[in-house]
């Protein structure tokens, strides 16, 4: 029987997995790069189809999700343990290495630092009044940032210390929505964009071009251990398109989300081989529009209130993406006969479908891989 399908309040983080730290010079770099190689080739195989199914058990560390992004050298012994204890699970996907966290990589080119808390992720330290305040600030690009010149030196230590053999993402970014949302105080941003939208389209713009200019700083550094599309999603150096969350697109509607903020994270997108959508929450009800933005990638999701208090009904997801071209990455925090109830309505003719997974043991995960690769046949 499933267990119940709750949110558990007592955990710091639903998705995260324990993991012990691995030293650099303690990590057997050939044995996981042949190993990310060998699953690369099913990545290849799925991204060039018409349809058909990954899984990807990932390994999230809390500890890097907290303070401990802020220390270079902790997340990178954080998470090479993870990627080390990653083997053990069956998977179609490789886990990567991420560079910095945070939302507000962005914003600190409006002059925003970050505030830390003891135990916390950073969050930023500061609010605009008003959209227009904004557009008449001055900005800076965000590599001359404090937190940009750090991500930079972050992303160039890992490179170091893994001799480039490594999978590696982006940083953690944000939409040019997330990142407004986060810095213009909430009473006005809101109304802005129905009584000053030529303000919200000014920064939306100037905000996906600083975002522009840091990601390809950070596509030139990685080379070729890029995997894309990045931070919370499935990555692969087979797949293409840039990842972003969004995460305020659940307090819009469609007529104020689609034409004043879809066009600006899209063209962001366009630069790096097409649009990766996320929203934490249940984002269901503009499934159907965010499926066909152009050049849409990916789409993430939570299919579980175990994953996300506010989860997705998995109703309708299947007609909305299948024969789409975008994939759906279907995040689900559970045990197999939960996972199995949620992809079979996930999953129909048509669809490109990656199911996350949380396994608590390789046992476990192995006949989840069995069951999800059984129904999507």
């Known amino acids: 029987m499933a267990k119940k ?78 990627l080390e ?34 135990g916390q992720a950073p969050a930023v330290d500061g609010k605009f009044l008003t959209t227009a305040d904004l557009v008449a600030a001055p900005y800076r690009p965000v590599a001359e940032t404090a937190i940009g010149h750090h991500t930079l030196e972050m992303i160039e230590y890992f490179l170091d210390k893994t001799k480039g053999e490594i999978p590696m993402s982006y940083c953690d970014v944000q939409s040019p929505l997330n990142t407004l949302s986060n810095i213009i105080d909430s009473n006005s941003f809101y109304l802005d964009l129905m009584l000053d939208p030529e303000s919200i389209t000014t920064a939306m713009e100037r905000t996906a071009d600083l975002l522009i200019d840091f990601t390809e700083a950070q596509r030139r550094l990685i080379g070729n251990a890029l995997v894309k599309p990045g ?21 819009l509607s469609d007529d104020l989300y689609f034409p004043l903020c879809v066009p600006a994270m899209q063209r962001v997108g366009d630069q790096f081989g097409g649009t990766v959508f996320h929203s934490c929450g249940n984002w269901s009800q503009k499934k159907e529009q965010i499926a066909r933005i152009g050049g849409l990638k990916m789409a993430d999701g939570a299919f579980s209130l175990a994953t996300d208090p506010g989860a997705n009904p998995t109703e309708g997801f299947a007609d909305a993406f299948a ?54 046949r």
Not at 332 to 355: H, T
Request: charged share 25%; net charge negative.
């Open 323 to 376: 024969s789409s071209g975008a994939v759906l990455n279907a995040r689900i925090v559970g045990d197999v006969e939960l996972v199995e109830e949620k992809v079979r309505s996930l999953w129909k003719p048509g669809m490109k479908l990656i199911v996350v997974t949380y396994s608590e043991t390789p046992e476990e995960q192995a006949e989840i891989y069995r069951k999800i690769h059984e129904i999507c």
């Open 231 to 251: 931070h919370g999603f499935a990555s692969s150096r087979m797949f293409d398109g840039l990842g972003m969350s969004d995460d305020s697109v659940t307090m």
């Open 85 to 118: 204890q990653s083997m053990r699970f069956e998977a179609d996907v490789p886990n990567f290495l991420e560079p910095w966290y945070g939302l507000g990589t962005v914003a600190a080119a409006y002059g925003f630092d970050y505030r830390w808390e003891a």
């Open 5 to 82: 399908d709750t949110f558990n309040t007592a955990l710091a983080d639903s998705q995260a997995t324990h993991v012990e730290p691995i030293a650099p010079e303690q990590f057997d770099r050939a044995r996981y790069a042949a190993y990310a190689a060998e699953l690369d080739a099913r990545c290849k195989a799925f991204w060039e189809a018409d349809q058909g199914v990954l899984v990807y058990r990932r390994m999230r560390v809390k500890e890097v999700f907290a303070e401990d992004c802020r220390d270079m050298r902790s997340s990178l012994a954080w998470q090479l343990g993870a």
